[in-house]
């Protein structure tokens, strides 16, 4: 896999900093997950709509958003949009086919190509659905058990 995107779930009282880099306690993460960014870029603008903050800055302003290089926390505030907005996207790509196929970004001509062409991105179904349903059940579980969901970006 290429670029991913981390999601992990932990306890509220875990500082970002163990959770990155060298310093990353696994022991700490109760559930994770890895989404390679092709998928994150093409449903970035909807994820772009959840209440989040940014716990590498000094003070954790509410924004909204992934901050897609760096950390990104999500919170009790942030559920019902998440739930909703994830739940919406594993409503419709529930009726695609076993082969989804998506448009990425756009190329200007290359050696390999001639033309400008836009990418095309294939997935299977069955993995992608998977993705989506593990990222809705985080979602429920950091807010019945009052958890702290972290993305990991790029």
């Known amino acids: 896999m290429g670029l991913a995107h981390d999601f992990l779930l932990v306890p509220k009282k875990t500082a970002h900093d163990r959770l990155w880099g060298r310093g990353k306690e696994k022991e700490l993460i109760l559930e994770s997950l890895e989404v390679p960014d092709d998928f994150i870029q093409y449903i970035l603008d909807s994820l772009q709509w959840i209440p989040s903050r940014n716990p590498a800055k000094r003070k954790l302003i509410e924004q909204t958003g992934l901050n897609y290089y760096g950390i990104t926390l999500f919170t009790g505030d942030s559920t019902v949009k998440m739930e909703n907005i994830l739940s919406s996207w594993h409503h419709l790509f529930s009726n695609a086919p076993e082969a989804v196929e998506l448009t990425g970004s ?46 990991l970006g790029v």
């Open 106 to 151: 756009f190329h200007l001509p290359s050696e390999k190509s001639e033309s400008a062409e836009l990418e095309r991105m294939v997935f299977d179904k069955m993995e992608l659905l998977s993705w989506l349903e593990k990222l809705i059940h985080m979602t429920k579980r950091m807010k019945e058990e009052n958890l702290y969901l972290y993305h």
